[in-house]
C-alpha cells in the first residue's frame, strides 16, 4: 500500500526559531499533498495544499509567510514553521493521495509534534 | 462555508455493546471517506462512500451513506478493546474537491 513517510516524528524548539517538517511518498509519486494540523482531541485542519512544481495553496487564515511550503519533487513536500512561538506547538500531518485524484483517500504520514518552548 | 458536523465528541461503551457515530454536511458531497486515528497515531484510511445510499460493511463495521448524500454513519457491531480511537468521517466537496474532516468521535471500550 502507499506509504507516507514524515520527519521529524517530535521537535522541540525555542520560540523564535524555524522549524522544517519532511513528507515523503515513498512508493509513489505524489503530485500534491495535503499539509494538516491538529490540536489535542480535536479534528484535523488543512492548512495548506502543495503542488508540485508550483505555488502551495492555503487555506483562509493561515500565514504562508508563517507557514512555508516546498514541493521540489514528486515524492518530497516540506514546511517550514518560521520564526516559530509557543502557539504553533502542535501535531502537525501531511498527507497524499494514491492513486491520484480527488475521491482517492488519503495515505497520512506519521506526523510531527512541535513543542515550542 | 461547507461544513461537516460529528457527533457524539466521545462514547465509552462496554466491550460487547454497539457503537454508531453520526457524520452531517451542510451541503450535498461527492463521497464520504472514514478514518481511524489511535491515540498517538495518524489517521488510517477505512473506507470510502460514492454512492447515494451506499452501504458497505468490513467485518464488525457497517457504513452507510445517506439517500441525499449529506449524512453518513459508522456502526460497530460487539465492539472490542481494539476498536478504541478516534473515529472521523471527511466529505469530499463537490465544488472544491477539498475533504473536509468532521470533529471526529472518540470512543473508549471498557473491557
Known amino acids: 500500500g502507499a506509504v507516507v513517510s514524515q520527519h521529524p516524528s517530535w521537535v522541540i524548539c525555542k520560540s523564535g526559531t524555524s522549524v522544517k517538517i519532511e513528507c515523503r511518498s515513498l512508493d509513489f509519486q505524489a503530485t500534491t499533498m495535503f499539509w494538516y494540523r491538529q490540536f489535542p482531541k480535536q479534528s484535523l485542519m488543512l492548512m495548506a495544499t502543495s503542488n508540485e512544481g508550483s505555488k502551495a495553496t492555503y487555506e483562509q487564515g493561515v500565514e504562508k509567510d508563517k507557514f512555508l511550503i516546498n514541493h521540489a519533487s514528486l515524492t518530497l513536500s516540506t514546511l517550514t514553521v518560521t520564526s516559530a512561538h509557543p502557539e504553533d506547538s502542535s501535531f502537525y500531518i501531511c498527507s497524499a493521495r494514491d492513486p491520484a485524484g480527488a475521491v482517492a483517500p488519503l495515505h497520512f504520514g506519521n506526523g510531527t509534534r512541535l513543542t515550542v518552548t | 462555508g461547507q461544513q461537516v458536523m460529528q457527533i457524539p465528541q466521545y462514547q465509552h461503551v462496554q466491550e460487547g455493546e454497539d457503537f454508531t457515530t453520526y457524520c452531517n454536511s451542510s451541503?450535498?458531497?461527492?463521497?464520504i471517506q472514514w478514518y481511524k486515528q489511535r491515540p498517538g497515531g495518524h489517521p488510517v484510511f477505512l473506507i470510502q462512500?460514492?454512492?447515494?445510499?451506499e452501504v458497505k460493511k468490513q467485518k464488525r463495521l457497517t457504513f452507510q451513506f445517506g439517500e441525499a448524500k449529506k449524512n453518513s454513519s459508522l456502526h460497530i457491531t460487539a465492539t472490542q478493546t481494539t476498536d478504541v480511537g478516534t473515529y472521523f468521517c471527511a466529505g469530499g466537496s463537490s465544488n472544491t474537491g477539498k475533504l473536509i474532516f468532521g470533529q471526529g468521535t472518540t470512543l473508549q471500550v471498557k473491557p
Open positions: 462512500l460514492v454512492k447515494s445510499g
Open positions: 451541503t450535498t458531497l461527492s463521497n
